[in-house]
């Protein structure tokens, strides 16, 4: 793996990308969820690596990917990564993305359809109108100044507590979190930022369509938000497949690396079969 930068009009993106391409086959896309960096998907790159082409970022204003002006869209988003796999010649991407990267890899889906091969869904949740309540939007569009407020050594014990049950999940997003210990404000602009432009997306009531094959994954002991609700209408409306994970709490990828490494593999070779 090797780290590379692209620019845009807000800032510079960091991503680690395979130091070889195969450019005939599918490239594994892999998205961290909000606040969270590319040492989320450690235990997937480690598995990967050398048996697929991967790509996996900092998302923008997150960790190495700043600084960066938060005025941009989840659209605007989708779009500086489908530049990215562009310039890196990635014309076969299956996203896989958690929590806040799954609404990415919907927001990508809705502009690029054709381009998109596979798509997995890590304890993240749709991102249609139909599916929140105007209370839950009223929320998250002001959810910046609870962050700013909340006791910075209470914020972290919660932080990683609440995403993961293993002991390995807790303590890499304690590691995560802590890029930005002593600097509070940045944290809670952030994710204030993200709930926002989700809330934005989701207003925009538009298709975000998955037609290519996909997989939606949640952990049984998701408590964040109301993910295990949406995965359930997500399933039931749209027929996708759901696979639960024992024990696995938001970041189940971390709590149950080997099985969902198992399940990527299974998309990989759905897709392969298309």
């Not at 697929?52 to 779009?79: C, R």
């Not at 991407?93 to 798509?119: C, D, H, N, R, T």
């Not at 599916?131 to 002001?142: A, C, M, N, S």
């Not at 995403?163 to 999940?169: D, K, L, R």
Request: aromatic letters at 10%.
């Amino acid at each position: 793996m090797v780290e590379k930068t692209y620019s845009t009009s807000c800032g510079t993106i960091h991503y680690w990308i395979s130091e070889q391409i195969n450019i005939e086959r599918e490239t594994l896309v892999f998205l961290p969820g909000l606040t969270a960096d590319h040492r989320l998907f450690d235990k997937q790159i480690a598995y990967f690596e050398g048996k697929e082409n991967i790509f996996v970022w900092d998302a923008p204003g997150h960790a190495a990917s700043w600084p960066f002006t938060l005025n941009f869209t989840l659209m605007d988003k989708a779009g500086w990564l489908n530049e990215i796999l562009e310039a890196e010649g990635i014309i076969k991407p299956i996203i896989i993305g958690q929590s806040m990267g799954g609404y990415v890899g919907q927001a990508y889906a809705e502009q690029f359809p054709e381009k998109l091969k596979g798509f997995m869904s890590i304890d993240s949740a749709p991102l249609q109108r139909q599916y929140v309540t105007g209370i839950e939007i009223w929320l998250l569009k002001r959810m910046e100044p609870v962050y700013r407020h909340y006791p910075w050594k209470s914020l972290l014990k919660a932080g990683a507590n609440g995403v993961a049950t293993s002991a390995y999940g807790r303590a890499l997003m304690h590691d995560i979190m802590m890029v930005y210990d002593g600097d509070q404000e940045r944290y809670a602009k952030l994710a204030g930022h993200g709930y926002r432009m989700l809330a934005d997306a989701m207003e925009a009531d538009l298709p975000y369509k998955i037609e290519c094959p996909a997989l939606l994954v949640c952990g049984e002991k998701d408590q964040a938000g109301s993910c295990i609700r949406y995965n359930k209408a997500w399933h039931k409306n749209t027929g996708i497949r759901l696979e639960w994970i024992p024990g696995a709490g938001h970041n189940s990828n971390t709590d149950a690396p080997e099985k969902v490494n198992q399940l990527i593999e299974e998309l990989v070779s759905q897709v392969r079969m298309v």
